[in-house]
């Protein structure tokens, strides 16, 4: 199990900027078995999208609509940023912190969702 913590969220300017974290807690075997974490947020009446992904190894995957605008890193196993430049009214959201964890010894990816946090971009 693991469970995961945003925080962040709030009002920006459209123009402006935002810093996301995720902190993620369990067990040790599942810490050590996350392979990755990401961001991915919801917007009214709008499916879930990719924001953004990254590995284990730092290697990062972003959604069409943030690429160079949005910056996802790591520092640990257990933290994920989301730096986010040059917001846009559409980059209003949910935002939610995802894990895959891979499940031994069956090799499963489980995935964990925090709880989302609020993006508000003013106009």
Do not use: H
Request: charged share 15%.
């Amino acid at each position: 199990q693991v469970q995961l913590v945003e925080s962040g969220g709030g009002l920006v300017q459209a123009g402006g900027s935002l810093r996301l974290s995720c902190a993620a807690s369990g067990s040790i075997d599942s810490i050590n078995n996350m392979v990755s974490m990401g961001w991915y947020r919801q917007a009214p009446g709008k499916q879930r999208e990719l924001v953004a992904t990254i590995t284990r190894e730092g290697a990062a995957t972003y959604g069409d609509s943030v690429k160079g605008r949005f910056t996802i890193s790591r520092d640990n196993a257990r933290n994920t940023y989301l730096q986010g430049n040059s917001l846009k009214p559409e980059d209003a959201a949910v935002y939610y912190c995802k894990a895959e964890v891979v499940a031994f010894p069956s090799f499963t990816r489980v995935s964990y969702w925090g709880q989302g946090t609020q993006v508000t971009v003013s106009s």
